[in-house]
């Protein structure tokens, strides 16, 4: 059984920043891929960063230049430093693993931005 246990959401004003984690435990096997996925009020789900085994990183273009994705592989624990943060960015932030026995999720953590 994997656990992916996330923190560092709140409640910041807009040009702020906040930096999220996500601590992975568990049964878990050769990891893959580790990513941050986000679901506005009203709307789905959505990628906004991951980063491959290896390092190779990618980001939604709504992110890119703002955002930064980074790993701590010896803590099974990625990060998402978030800046110059907008309203639009307001979202529960999902963390995603990706393993070779299977993908899981985390339970989110709320991100609200004031304009």
């Known amino acids: 059984q994997v656990q992916l246990v996330e923190s560092g959401g709140g409640l910041v004003q807009a040009g702020g920043s906040l930096r999220l984690s996500c601590a992975a435990s568990g049964s878990i096997s050769r990891i893959n891929v580790m990513g941050w996925y986000r679901q506005a009020p009203g709307k789905q789900r959505e990628f906004a960063a991951r980063i491959i085994t290896g390092g190779s990183t990618n980001y939604a273009d709504s992110v890119r230049g703002r955002f930064t994705i980074s790993r701590d592989n010896a803590k099974n624990t990625v990060y998402l430093q978030m800046n110059s943060l907008k309203p639009e960015d307001t979202a529960v932030y999902y963390c995603?693993?990706?393993?070779?026995?299977?993908?899981?999720w985390g339970k989110g953590t709320l991100v609200t931005v004031s304009s």
């Open positions: 995603n693993l990706g393993t070779a026995g299977g993908n899981y």
